[in-house]
């Protein structure tokens, strides 16, 4: 399909019917939006065999095209990642269910009682690239969070995702619920991104993207609704003069090396000048070993000569690799500047025993996760206690942080009268 | 000023300002922010004379200018109403400081601690019409949020904006805050307002616009940053076959008639058939003779010969005015089909004895505020006891209902570990 007027018709009807399975999902039961997230994991389990079959011709196309080894690794399925996608479904299933939950009860002076109650947000658009596990992941999130959702995934990945949709679509309708609540665009024509992008006409509430750097600038610029997203994630760690400095090097190993792809990884690391001449050698004995590569200042390159001089443009870049920068700074206010010259304000860590520097770093830092003697790879949903999260936002609005259940939801005031009128 | 290129760097001027105030803004104790309140408050009671000078020339050009009176009403200020002007700075004085109060404490099985906590949003850009009083109102709730604000008024109370701006810069010296906290755009170009919808490079958070339909439509439409707003109140009472009529009788004269050029008032009643013969007489009776003009279809004009039959364009407009349109409906899912239909998601009302309908209600109207038993008039941040509000937004993200200075905050996680590594 490639007729604009085609893609347009198209795209418009999608949206349309979302808006119509979302007014269905907002008063469906729990029980119901649980079921179908098990009628689907079910399902998943019984068509593996199918599932894998399509995930082949994509993986085949993907080979004749020369991508890369670990560009396919993220887009192979195996009887064990469809288990792992399917056991993903029942957890979701098994988290609360946001809708209905009371935020709060104003009870005012003239007998009103007003409850702010939380709503689902309408339609929630998910563009994503090559991980077919994300038609599942986002799909049953927005189920639960009672949003209908429309799913774009990217054309490596087509023949997977068509597999995995029909699960949740199978599973929507042996619940009794719509199966327009989570679509899957069956277009990978661009033209259908730049529609969702643009609203559908208002019916998409709220856009996450959730793939690359090229992908989510692309979204946050061209967007008319809005994003739940983050561009990248350069994270420090700031290690105070006051700091532990056996924990300072633990904290830092985990926070680079554990997983160096994830956007909660460190990038920066901040050291006092009074510390130093003490942490850098060892540190830099460490992480050499586990194979990572140091570039410093020339305070850290003059400490350990296995140091490699680091450029302006390393304080701007998240390395997604075993790569980390250090920079020795005179005292804590230079570490607070550099952060807030260089931060993408995803998640940054202090290393410190003043309980003042402590405070400092969480009241001036402005950024969505702040840790204190903790690594930087927490920055997830799962570890602070949400179950599944769809991704991290950056934007102060709305949601922040990790983006679960809870942040995929709106919320109303019901107003509880007895026939007052306002004087 | 008209050169393009001066009020492109007057404007990124203004913003890099805001964004270096708000920094200061956001680490400031709540009593330095209310003695700058105070402090803008004792100051235009003391320049009570120049600010009605200044009004004065702003008068004298609208009435050259063949304003209407009620215009010439809304700029006008003289003692009373500059001292109602600086009492509201007083009031928001007094209100709670959202900035760093705990809203949730996560404790993980691992030991981790996650508090989130409220933050200011950073720079909110105010664009507003002819009420001059709107410069303090929006200015203070910005302030006492933490949020530094860039403020445009419009170009008929350009004297009088600027004279109360200037109580609150001296405010805000005398309190030791940097005037940058609250900047008045010094032109009243056009193009001004375009900058500001367009973020100043990044330095503008939200857009809140308070004025007409024809300002708020604008900034919606041509916004990059999110906007605080709402485009209209077509504000809906359903008349349940259960309701007690003479409360439903009485709640629709004051919804109606208490005030009718504010957002929260009724605009369409729609009565179930099984009362209608019973409610419609007497309704009309009343409203009629309050000086209130009935429009409806024709199971209500048929009822009643002083009913002017309703147009399709009725059940779309905001009167903003003495005419309410009625419509007969067979049931209560008609109600809420109607609804649906016309709502612009602001207010909605049900007068109904039955749990049942109630219960309905709540959970299927997607609208910000739902009353049952109650004025639409009660649709205030006052009302609802947050003090003052800077506006009732209708979208879903982030702030919904009244936005009073807690809906002007963000939050972010403080985690606190004893050295964790992620697993």
Sequence with gaps: MTNQADIHTLMMGLGERARLAARGLAIAPTDQKDQALRESAALMRVRKQD??????????????????????DRLTLDEGRIDAIADGLEQIA????????????????NGLVIDRVRTPLGVIGVIFESRPNVTADAGALCLKSGNAAILRGGSDSVHSSRAIHQCLADGLEAAGLSKDAIQLV????????GKMLQGLHGNV??????????????????????????LEGICHIVVDKSADLTMAKDVILNAKMRRTGICGAVETVLIDQHVSSLLVPELVDALVEMGCEVRGCDRTTSLDDRVKPATEDDWSTEYLDAIVSVRVVDDFD??????GQYSSHHTEAVIAEDDAVVQRFFTEVDSAILMHNASTQFADGGEFGMGA???????????????????????????HGKGHTRP
């Design 205 to 230: 509430d709220v856009i996450v993207p959730r793939g690359g750097k090229g992908l989510v600038g692309r979204v946050q610029q061209e967007a008319r609704v809005p994003v739940f997203a983050h």
């Design 186 to 193: 069956p277009t990978t024509d661009r033209e259908a991104v």
């Design 389 to 415: 999260e769809i991704g991290i936002a950056t934007g102060k609005m709305h949601a922040r942080g990790p983006v679960g259940v809870e942040q995929l939801t709106s919320f109303n005031y019901r107003v």
């Design 51 to 72: 599932i894998m079959a399509a995930n082949q011709k994509d993986v085949a196309t993907a080979k004749e095209n020369n991508i890369s080894a670990a560009f396919i």
């Design 334 to 339: 230079q570490a607070l500047d550099h952060i």
């Design 94 to 109: 098994l988290l609360d269910d946001p809708v209905g939950t009371k935020l709060a009860e104003i009870r005012r002076p």
